[in-house]
């Protein structure tokens, strides 16, 4: 049977806990249990706090690139974006006027089958099928490459 009392003396409060002998494994499973469910707690409060700390970070910068997106539609010019893999992430009111082909229609495309241009190699100046894409239209001095 457990019993306790209340200690006090002019600064703080103590608790004595008298435990039974029988009673004592049970308290010595009891600590480590305790301990580690304190643990997961405090782990899972310092990762709930990190993941909206980032959450807001990405709100923020979700804002700040829409801001600059409706800043680059607000250009005359031709501006498109693709990854690495050459696949249109971006297409702008100025490349829409001049090739023809809205945002919806033109962005997840591969440039290169979008806009039916050859794929070269600048190095050996030969046609590839896997890379850089290059506009006549920007590049005159190349087209003798694109013939």
């Not at 806990?17 to 480590?32: G, Q």
């Not at 696949?87 to 082909?101: C, F, H, K, S």
């Amino acid at each position: 049977m457990i019993s306790g009392r209340l200690l006090s003396n002019c600064r703080r409060n103590f608790f004595v806990l008298y435990v039974a002998t029988s009673e004592f494994p049970y308290y010595i499973l009891f600590i480590p249990l305790a301990i580690l469910l304190a643990w997961f707690s405090a782990v899972r409060r310092r990762v709930e706090r990190e993941l909206l700390e980032s959450c807001d970070e990405l709100e923020k910068e979700v804002a700040v690139r829409t801001q600059q997106a409706s800043l680059l539609n607000l250009s005359q010019d031709t501006i498109f974006v693709r990854d690495p893999s050459d696949v249109i992430t971006y297409w702008n009111r100025g490349a829409q006027e001049l090739y023809g082909w809205t945002a919806e229609e033109a962005v997840g495309k591969h440039t290169h089958q979008l806009l039916r241009t050859p794929q070269f190699d600048l190095v050996g100046n030969r046609r590839i099928t896997t890379r850089v894409v290059l506009s006549v239209a920007y590049f005159p001095h190349l087209s003798a490459f694109m013939e």
